[in-house]
């Protein structure tokens, strides 16, 4: 069974003096976990050298203590959580990836999948280029370099590396001197900005800006680079590849990846999921005692059907906290024990009542299959199954690897099959249309193409979304 994987986690920090870099990259590696848990790293700038540590694990496997880092002359650095979505799991594909070329070296840590890979690829394959790794990272590192060597100049390099990158990218570039974080123009993946006293932290999300006691700044916008300077912690910002922009940020992110407590576009990550709640009430109505969520991410929808319909709200299931997101297992009986370790529920809350259960999605149906049983054991009367996502009918391809219908359970089955299949007495998914009123803040457009196969650009080559 194809794995379907997720974001990737980004962490970058430069201060003159005075925050512990090595503690630093731990929190922030620590608060992104959730992104990514195939494998993570951190490269370090001490006194312009570069240097990564990296494997594959979580955090607390590859990392069991903070980083020993020389405080005194490491002021800077890059760190990353890894779910691949272009090359296998392996440690070379693991990031930061270290790069030394004519002119220095560059660290390059990267969220989101490019959709010209393959091409772009190819081409430098055949000029001679020998990759050391599989993932599309790679590719982005070779041209940013390709043009750093022919202009000399790192800004103007990644600028023109933006003109042939097409897909996802955000981005955490450094080098001897430079912090620089790049976001695609279509802002698929998040990335933001956040103020220590004596420097700057870049993140995929803000809670790691949190972690680290930084001040949230600001989103990075669609298409921006923005460049701190290790000479004087001096902030610049381009925002040359803004113009003609138009904003996609992956609503997936808002659903189901990003942390409820994080602050994404402008957009509070728990305010979107009580809003989808709400949604899926007013168009998915039942009769029943008590709202449940599937924990962690089907929690904050819960509380907002309950708001919005009145319906009590109780704690259905308790989750085992020391287990990962089972939606990542790579083999399929691996996922099944998953859940089955996973959940658990309390009995006393739905024991013979008319349950409202509510899950963020329905990917393959595993969950959703076990958790009603679950249920019914239990003692559940009826149980009514409502998804904060729209059913999942297309490929994404710009870093989520739902790259085969063939294991989309609203792909294979109808509406009365799903029902059957899941055995619950009604079945509602939120509408595609409602997606993109997660946020009522203006000028933040999402993509939603997963749910709808209306893609914000071209798709790969060769690609069908049938
Ligand atoms: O239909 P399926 O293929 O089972 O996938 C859908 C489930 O996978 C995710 O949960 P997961 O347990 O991975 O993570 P979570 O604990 O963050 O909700 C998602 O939140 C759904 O519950
Ligand atoms: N999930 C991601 O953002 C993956 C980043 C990159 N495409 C990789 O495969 O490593
Ligand atoms: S296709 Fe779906 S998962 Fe992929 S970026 Fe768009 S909304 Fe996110
Ligand atoms: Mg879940």
């Known amino acids: 069974m194809a794995a379907i994987k997720e974001a990737c986690g980004l962490f970058g920090i430069s201060s003159a003096h005075k925050e512990p870099i090595g503690f630093a990259c731990h929190y922030g590696l620590y608060a992104l976990q959730h992104r990514g848990q195939e494998g993570c790293g951190i490269a370090l700038n001490t006194e312009g050298e570069l240097s ?117 990218y955000s981005l955490l570039i450094m080098t001897s001197s430079l912090l620089i974080a790049v976001r695609d123009p279509n802002g698929f993946r998040p990335l933001c900005l956040g103020k220590l006293d004596d420097g700057y932290v870049f993140a995929s999300e803000s809670c790691a800006l949190d972690a680290v006691g930084a001040v949230f700044v600001r989103d990075l916008q669609p298409g921006e680079l923005c460049i701190v300077d290790k000479a004087d912690q001096s902030l610049t910002s381009s925002l040359v590849h803004c113009n003609a922009i138009k904003s996609s940020l992956c609503v997936f992110e808002l659903i189901y990846f990003a942390r409820p407590d994080s602050v ?40 907002g059907y309950s708001r919005q319909s009145g319906i009590p709200y109780g704690i259905g299931f308790i989750k085992n906290k020391y287990i990962g997101r089972t939606f990542i297992q790579p083999k399929a009986g691996d996922r099944e024990s998953g859940v089955r370790i996973k959940l658990n529920p309390i009995a006393s809350t ?76 009604s079945l509602g998914f939120l509408l595609p249309e409602q997606v993109v009123k997660l946020s009522d803040h203006q000028g933040i457009g999402f993509c939603s193409a997963c749910f709808t196969g209306v893609y914000p650009t071209a798709v790969p080559k060769g690609a069908s979304n049938a």
């Not at 402008?266 to 007013?282: K, Y």
């Not at 393959?364 to 009367?381: D, N, Y």
């Not at 009918?393 to 294991?407: A, E, N």
């Open 350 to 425: 739905v024991r013979g009542k008319r349950v409202v259960l509510i899950d963020d999605s329905i990917v393959r149906g595993t969950t959703s299959k076990r958790i009603v049983r679950l249920l019914r054991e239990a003692g559940a009367k009826e149980v009514h199954l409502r998804s904060s996502a729209p059913p999942f009918l297309h490929p994404c391809y710009y870093g989520t690897d739902i790259d085969s219908r063939k294991d989309l359970f609203a792909c294979k089955y109808d509406h009365q099959q799903m029902m059957d299949i899941l055995d619950v007495d």
């Open 52 to 168: 990564v540590h990296k494997d594959l694990g979580l955090v607390n496997e590859v990392f069991p203590r903070a980083l020993s880092v020389d405080e005194e002359h490491t002021r800077m650095a890059i760190a990353h959580t890894r779910y691949g979505t272009s090359g296998e799991r392996s440690r070379e594909n693991v990031q930061p990836l270290l790069f030394r070329h004519h002119m220095g070296s560059m660290a390059i840590a990267h969220n989101g999948n490019l959709t010209n890979d393959a091409a772009l690829r190819c081409r430098f394959e055949k000029e001679g280029c020998l990759f050391h790794t599989t993932s599309d990272t790679e590719v982005i590192a070779y041209l940013i370099c390709k043009h750093r060597l022919a202009t000399g100049d790192i800004h103007k390099a990644i600028e023109l590396a933006m003109d042939e990158l097409e897909g996802a």
């Open 264 to 303: 994404i576009d402008t957009i509070s990550v728990h305010q979107a999921r009580i809003r989808s709640g709400s949604f899926l009430a007013l168009e998915h109505p039942c009769q029943a005692d008590v709202v449940i969520g599937v924990p962690d991410s089907g929690i904050d929808a819960a509380i």
